[in-house]
């Protein structure tokens, strides 16, 4: 290179970009050059700028679509186990996850009259071990990464499995996950999903982002349907009394 001639690409008043034209040849360039590659700077620069509209679209409407199918996989089923595995399912193919797994909490009174609170799985989507070869986590664990999520009510992006020690992959193959707490606008805890990829640094916080906007919608889901569930139950038991009074 002997001469050089550089163009900045803007677009209302922001730098999108640069053109960089080169010569082998000392001063190849003149005032006629300049002007007209200033002028084809200013069409690179639309173009730039309708491209990434685009793009901005398309991801937009990608991640409605992806809201409205997971939503709709839980809304559509009749029990609430049934509607926690659609969402699994559904999340694994949509972000091509290698594994997804579900936790709900559950507390019980230990021998010392204590309450104790565990995250108990209740979906896993990638895998063919039963739910009962997942491990519980007890929500005071010291050394759990899940559990502090859960008590902290904070996402977590872990882009190497191997460099934290305090989580264990749920399936042979992971090397990185993201986990996230969902709750109510009380902060109770409602549940908490985990999905791990084959690849390292398989999630950002564009993934973070979709995913905690979903999260609202399916802590109302799975609260409507313990509710439901509940009143059934109830119902069952009012009947299950008249009948006994009947008798």
Known sequence: ???????????????????????????AFDDDDIQVLTTLAAQVSVAIDNAQLFEQSRRRANEMSFLFDVTTAAASAETLQLAIQNVASELRNSLNALSVSIYLPQTYLNN????????????????????SELSEVRLDSS?????????A?????????????????VVDGARSAIVVPLSSGAQQLIGLVALESGELAAYDNDTLTLLLTLSGTLSAIIQNQQLLEQVQETNEQLRELDRLKSD
Do not use: C, F, W
């Open 112 to 131: 010392d009259d204590e309450e104790v609170t565990i995250l108990h799985p209740v979906a896993l989507a990638g895998s063919d071990q039963p739910l």
């Open 153 to 169: 009510r904070r996402s977590t992006i872990v882009d190497d499995v191997e460099e934290r020690g305090d989580y264990l992959p």
């Open 1 to 27: 290179t002997r001469s050089e001639m550089a163009i900045p690409l803007k677009l209302q008043g922001r730098v999108v970009g640069a053109v960089d034209v080169q010569s082998n040849l000392p001063n």
């Open 143 to 151: 050394n759990s990464l899940i559990a502090d999520s859960a008590r």
